[in-house]
């Protein structure tokens, strides 16, 4: 997919009604100046670096808000990769890194 029908469908998925993991990340992925660029780097270097390095450190209150949020997701992208994490902290960039394999999958950047 090109790069301008690849934005486009991330504009899309921010912009969808049903509240998502998928919805929560395209968001975030929107705000970055390459967006499209995201997907490399969580690749390579990790998603809580990327969100390290971007919003300093999340605070143990705001993992566990976006775990409360998204727990059911959560649990089931764990479920689905058969593993088990032990905190809500690991769970939740687990989660948010498989998220980000499915966006870039459905935007077809892996060719």
């Known amino acids: 997919m090109n790069k301008k029908k690849a934005l486009e469908k991330l504009q899309l998925m921010a912009e969808d009604s049903k509240d998502s993991l998928k919805k929560f990340l ?23 670096t990327i969100y390290h390095y971007e919003y300093e450190d999340l605070s143990e209150q705001e993992i566990e808000e976006f775990y409360n949020t998204y727990s059911k997701e959560i649990l089931q992208i764990q479920l689905e990769n058969k593993v088990e994490l032990p905190t809500d902290r690991d769970r939740s960039w687990f989660a948010l890194e498989k998220t980000a394999e499915k966006i870039s999958k459905d935007l077809d950047l892996e060719r």
Do not use: V
């Open 26 to 48: 395209a968001k975030e992925i929107l705000t970055y100046d390459e967006p499209l660029d995201f997907f490399a780097l969580s690749k390579k270097f990790g998603m809580d």
